[in-house]
């Protein structure tokens, strides 16, 4: 039964974020709206762009990856924005955020504990068994620790609270149950041992261990916030490759490229619809901005 | 004293949500650390409150009589603004930038770090409601309701009113952010509520027809149907062509004549209109530097080709498809090989950046800015420059719109390098800059009491970081120049000059890039620039 719980969490879980991920991945192409530095402009060091060359368009566009992916990383594994502009919450995000990729990557050694067992690759156990206990023992006090204290803060600190929603407080909560719940289960498996036996189970198919009270509670828990979180604004992981890579950094010019077939599309296909009196909602795009005459006299045709 | 203002407030409370007073704004530099240094503030007329939305801070954007008048009227203003949240979610209707606003709605943790980037949230004092997530969280809210039918849901989402209250007050909210988009550079969720704010905008020009007369009435639709928002004809502009080329013999001896309307030039350059009205040697100086390199450019004097703004920019998508095409076309019909943007903010980001996509086929010709070229004229030694004739200080404005949003930092600081001996930067600077406080639009507001918001809240970070860089000199016996390569930032600072009386008590003088560059050559006798 809670094996089943499990894989239907894991299933919904990817296919909501799957579903996302083409929700925003198949939204109409939007106007330019960057911000500099953009970090794969050879010129970013001082936020510069391809604009600060004469006849921009006639030179071959230069991009760096490692620019981009030196900032990714910053903000994915530093949080800098948060470390430069507000260091106070960052000491409490921080250690937070750690937490979670340390319990994903703690999933993972479970992951590998269990194929090293099912492969009986003796060689590799012992390291593995020590790096689990490890990073899971950090990751569990952590995540209890922080998650409590990101939840104090925003109850405590009126900037944050007079914005917040139920739902900031109960994502607070939720996780904070999930890893509490987990944290007493592991009191019954310090060194992770049924948790990889249960690892095993789930890839064998086959029937799990007997596990306590506390370990079943969490992995109903657990398996809930599978359910929860792809429906929630905790997706952020995800949508942040859109604000940046697809807003913020993105400089593509019409010039050499390949769009302009797609808004012409847009521009002959969809409606404006507005109805203020300077607007004619029947018209498309192309013909709004040609036909303009409710606002002047523009006589160019797309 | 900071009021705690929380966000139901905007739909219930019934007095002005907040007050600007001297003591809470933040401190400025010598001379201005002494009381009596700056005027006081102003209580809006009671009058105003009759027609105009004063319920907010006292100050009015919104320029025209929009207050409904009785109940029918309110609820249809509730319908319409409920008719403009469904159009902005609306992939058709608002394919411009459905994807951005979308994940800035949905995504934002309220971790409050944009706060602090913000120069009107930190000048004001902190007022709660020119923080940067405040009028964000007000259309999250209201959007949540509207689409979950305004049930139980929206509890748990968190609610606010919608009403009259709440729609006058978030439009005119929305007229107290510059879009100058400093706080998306803070947000490490990369959310932008610089484009929430001209969503908001946009819902009420594009559903109501409701924006500032100086950016709709009087700004682009003037700009489309006379050819420019200053009210310049072509015939006008003619004369004052006339009049520039007797001005450029009189101050230098050169005879320059200005080309217009030279089909099959390599350059069409266009200048925002309001430096033909108020800063006549920038276009001058222009003339002269491109006349002397030697470059093959022309003026445009049809209509709409002369004015380089774009106002749409800053509040209607319409309007900005409307001017960025009509740009193309003059273009295109001149026969030149690209469009060059005088030293105009906006216009730089309106033609180059944001229409970029709404200019296909024949009509996507290559736009530039003028800074490259004059770097390049300046670097390759085209004039005989002196950099000893601009012996004085120099700091240098970064326009937002042209530094942040566009990435051109160094040409003009390249330039200035060059020929400034005293140059130095603001903090900070570049593409961390903050924005002069004239950015969308404030610049050219001028009706009842919107200058003093300008002046006072959304200008002061701009003030103090002049009055920083010239700390060293500050007395008025020095003259100094602060570099501003954009109309609307000139403008900005030509007013916070005028309401601190910073000429006469700082000797602070301002102007653009190119009269520098004139300034500093060598066959022009008479100083070029002139500080008095
Ligand atoms: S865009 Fe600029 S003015 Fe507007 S909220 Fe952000 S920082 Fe403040
Ligand atoms: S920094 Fe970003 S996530 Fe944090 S409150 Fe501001 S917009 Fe929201």
Redesign the pocket.
Known sequence: MLNFLIYIAVAIFVLVLLAKFVKYSTMPIHLRWEIYPVPHDPGHEHGGSYYEGVSWWAKPRLKTLAGELKEMLMEMLFIKRVFTYKRPLWWLTYPFHTGIYLILVWFVLLFISALIDIFAIGILKMPVYYLTLVVGSIAIILLLIFSLALFIRRVSDWELRSYSSFLDYFNLIFIFAVVLTGALAWQKDFDFTIAKDYMKALITFSSPPTVSLETQIHIALLSLLLIYLPFTKMTHFLTKWFTYHKILWEDEPVIGSEMEEKLKKYLTGFKVKWSAPHVDPNLNWAEEASRCDLAGKCEVKL | MRERIAIQDIAKKEEQLVKITLEDLIKLPPPYDKPGMEPNVTEPKPEWNQNYVTELDGYVAIDIPWKPKNKEEEEAMVQKFINGLKKLMDKEANWTFLQPLLLSLEYCARCQT?SD?????ISSGRKEI???TY?AEILRRLIKKISSGGNFKTKFLGDVDLNAKTILRLAECAY?????????Q?CPLGL???LI?REIRKLFAQEFGVAPQALHAQGTVKHLTTGSSTGLTPDGLKDMIEFFEEEIKEKTGKNIKIPVDEKGSDILLIHNAGEFLSWPENVEAFAIIFEEAGLDWTLSSEMVGYDAVNYGVWYDDVQLSRIALKHAEIARKLDVNRIVVGECGHAHKAITVVADRVLVGEYQIPRESCLPILWDIVRTKKLNLDPNKNDFPVTLHDP?NVVRLMGIVEPQRKILKEICPKFREMKPNGVYNY?CGG??GFAIMTSMNFPEFRNKV?SRMKFKQILDAFQDNISPEVKKYVCAPCSNCKGAIRDILSHYNATANCGIHYGGLVELIVNAMVDIEQPYIEMF
């Open positions: 944009c980037a913000c120069h009107v949230y020119y923080r940067p009028r107290r952010c510059n879009i100058c988009r400093r706080c998306a803070y932008d509520n610089g704010t937002c924005c950015g969308s959304s």
